[in-house]
């Protein structure tokens, strides 16, 4: 999804420290839609592993692996992860859309 975004853009070659930026704003947009759907006490474990790979294309893997306490037996965390990555990979897109205004001023 992300590289066929990169594909029809035209970014500059990203430093180390925007693919770090571009990992901690995915990271941050999976966390705070898990913690907007659910109680952080109702969350047992939440682990958000944003992962990126060059740097011209850069790919980008998001991870998010949630389990929640047995009082939310009910509850989709099937759905509420996938939502999140989805979450996470447009703050991805709105960050490099950010990167690459910045490159041609």
Request: aromatic residues 4%; neutral net charge.
């Amino acid at each position: 999804m992300v590289e066929r975004f990169l594909e029809e853009m035209s970014i500059p070659e990203l430093t180390s420290e925007q693919v770090e930026e571009l990992c901690e704003v995915a990271e941050k947009a999976a966390r705070k839609y898990v913690l907007s759907r659910v109680p952080s006490r109702r969350i047992s474990v939440l682990n958000i592993t944003v992962e990126t790979e060059g740097t011209k294309p850069v790919s980008v893997n998001v991870d998010v692996e949630i389990a929640l306490s047995s009082l939310m037996k009910n509850y989709d965390v099937k759905k509420l992860a996938n939502e999140a990555m989805k979450k996470a990979f447009a703050s991805v897109e709105r960050c490099l859309r950010d990167f690459t205004c910045k490159s041609t001023k």
